[in-house]
């Protein structure tokens, strides 16, 4: 089975804050993905990676950094926390193999919710 | 970019009644689709995948239609039961790249 794990699984911080959301995957993937999920607007991609030391922009990225030091760990920075961006975040991994053959698809990690007074 | 529009955000059904869940995307490129179940305080697991070749797909009380022509996903439900009480997400991802786009999510509660 699948194993990504997120850290911390909760956390408060003001406005202003600095924040680093932590994830590990142990399945030799080479994907990995930042999503935060509101209500309403379902999972919005925020960061994406190919592998260490890569970055890919997703849809919602502003106010974030990210940065992929492993095959396995992938991070997500605010640096300047922001109240809207108080919400639930999905790290995630995949394989690269996305064909119709494939059993490839996202593994979630459990989730970290952050709140920013 | 994409856009992925689903319907309805909140639906309520009797056990043992239907259920369907629609999702209407952008990109004529796009050439796999999923369905994500998350259930209350929990992380998201795949339900089903289907593929632009294939227009139906069928397991775990479920069937996935695919129109490629009206660029719509649904997912049916035939005979609910409380256990499928959750939210359902769809996802859709073109035939380039890695990044999947979701679905606004629909919230499904089975009355007893």
């Known amino acids: 089975e699948a194993a990504v794990t997120q850290s911390p699984r909760n956390k408060v911080t003001v406005t202003g804050g600095n924040v680093t959301l932590s994830c590990r995957q142990t399945?030799?993937?080479?994907?990995m993905y930042w999503y935060r999920q509101d209500t309403g607007h379902g999972l919005r991609l925020i960061h994406y990676?190919?592998?260490?030391?890569?970055?890919q922009i997703g849809d919602v990225p502003d106010g974030y950094k990210a940065t992929r030091t492993t095959q396995e760990d992938f991070f997500l920075l605010l640096e300047l926390a922001s109240p809207s961006q108080t919400s639930l975040y999905f790290c995630?991994?995949?394989?690269?193999?996305?064909?119709?053959?494939?059993?490839?698809?996202?593994?979630f990690g459990a989730g970290t919710r952050l709140s920013v007074l | 970019g994409e856009q992925v529009e689903q319907r309805p955000p909140h639906l309520s059904v009797r056990e043992g009644d239907s259920a369907v869940i629609t999702c209407t995307y952008t990109d004529p490129n796009s050439y796999y689709f999923f369905w994500y179940k998350q259930e209350p305080g929990a992380s998201l697991q795949l339900l089903m995948k289907?593929?632009?070749?294939?227009e139906i797909n069928e397991g775990q009380g479920f069937t996935v239609l695919l129109n490629k022509k009206d660029k719509r996903l649904s997912l049916n439900l035939t005979a609910a039961h409380p256990g499928d009480s959750a939210a359902y997400f769809c996802a859709v991802k073109n035939n380039a790249g890695a990044k999947l786009t979701f679905g606004g999510g629909t919230r499904l509660t089975v009355r007893p």
């Open positions: 399945n030799s993937h080479n994907y």
């Open positions: 990676s190919y592998g260490a030391g890569n970055l």
């Open positions: 995630a991994s995949s394989d690269r193999d996305w064909g119709a053959a494939s059993q490839n698809t996202l593994y």
């Open positions: 289907v593929f632009s070749s294939t």
